[in-house]
T-cell receptor, first 112, second 114 residues
Framework: EADIYQTPRYLVIGTGKKITLECSQT?????MYWYQQDPGMELHLIHYSYGVNSTEKGDLSSESTVSRIRTEHFPLTLESARPSHTSQYLCASTGQGANEQYFGPGTRLTVT | KNQVEQSPQSLIILEGKNCTLQCNYTVSPFSNLRWYKQDTGRGPVSLTIMTFSENTKSNGRYTATLDADTKQSSLHITASQLSDSASYICVVKDRGSTLGRLYFGRGTQLTVWP
C-alpha cells in the first residue's frame, strides 16, 4: 500500500476563503503531482514537481499554486476559493525511474 | 491528439459473473498502459502495468490484455464480487516526455449486484 497522505479528506468552505490542501509521502519520491477530477470525468494534471524547489503547471489551467520546499510535502493553495473550484483533488508521486504512480485518497472540496 | 477512450461508460453485472472492459488509445510514443481501480471518494489504485512487449498480465481475478498494434487493451474480471464495484480507469504513459505524462480515460463504472 502506498504511503501518500492527503488532508483534509473533505472540506466545505465559503467563497473567498484561502485554503491549503496538504499532500505528503514517505517513500522519498522525487516526482509529485496534483490532479483535479470531476465526477465521471478523467483526471486532469494541474501541477507537478520534479523535486525540491521545482514546480510546473500541468495541462489544465488552475488558479491554485503549489510549493515544494521539502521532498515529502507538496501542498496546494487556493488564495480565494470560488464555487468553480468545487472538485476532487488527487495527489500522486513517482520514484526515480519507476513506472508506478501512487495516488493519495483525495480531497473532496466544496465551495459554497 | 493523445487520447484514451473507454467502453462501456457503465456496466451492471450480477455477483459471480465475468465481465470485460475495453480501452482504445492514440497516445504516441507509447511507454506503458495501466489499469487502475478507483473506489468512490478514493484515489486510484494500480491493478496492472503493461509495457509494449507484454500482451497479457494477471493480478488475481483481474487479467489485462494489450494489443500494441491496434492500440487496444481490455480488462477481464473473473467471478465478480460486490467489492469489485468501482470505476476502472485505463491510463497510458507517454514515452516522449521526461515527466512521463499520463493520459487518463474517463473510466468504466462497474456495479456488481448480489
Amino acid at each position: 500500500e502506498a504511503d501518500i497522505y492527503q488532508t483534509p479528506r473533505y472540506l466545505v468552505i465559503g467563497t473567498g476563503k484561502k485554503i491549503t490542501l496538504e499532500c505528503s509521502q514517505t517513500m522519498g519520491h522525487d516526482k509529485m503531482y496534483w490532479y483535479q477530477q470531476d465526477p465521471g470525468m478523467e483526471l486532469h494534471l494541474i501541477h507537478y514537481s520534479y523535486g525540491v524547489n521545482s514546480t510546473e503547471k500541468g495541462d489544465l489551467s488552475s488558479e491554485s499554486t503549489v510549493s515544494r520546499i521539502r521532498t515529502e510535502h507538496f501542498p496546494l493553495t487556493l488564495e480565494s476559493a470560488r464555487p468553480s473550484h468545487t472538485s476532487q483533488y488527487l495527489c500522486a508521486s513517482t520514484g526515480q525511474g519507476a513506472n508506478e504512480q501512487y495516488f493519495g485518497p483525495g480531497t473532496r472540496l466544496t465551495v459554497t | 491528439k493523445n487520447q484514451v477512450e473507454q467502453s462501456p461508460q457503465s456496466l451492471i453485472i450480477l455477483e459471480g459473473k465475468n465481465c470485460t472492459l475495453q480501452c482504445n488509445y492514440t497516445v504516441s510514443p507509447f511507454s506503458n498502459l495501466r489499469w487502475y481501480k478507483q473506489d468512490t471518494g478514493r484515489g486510484p489504485v494500480s491493478l496492472t502495468i503493461m509495457t509494449f512487449s507484454e500482451n497479457t498480465k494477471s493480478n488475481g481475478r483481474y487479467t489485462a490484455t494489450l494489443d500494441a498494434d491496434t492500440k487496444q487493451s481490455s480488462l477481464h474480471i473473473t467471478a465478480s464480487q460486490l467489492s469489485d464495484s468501482a470505476s476502472y480507469i485505463c491510463v497510458v504513459k507517454d514515452r516522449g516526455s521526461t515527466l512521463g505524462r499520463l493520459y487518463f480515460g474517463r473510466g468504466t463504472q462497474l456495479t456488481v449486484w448480489p
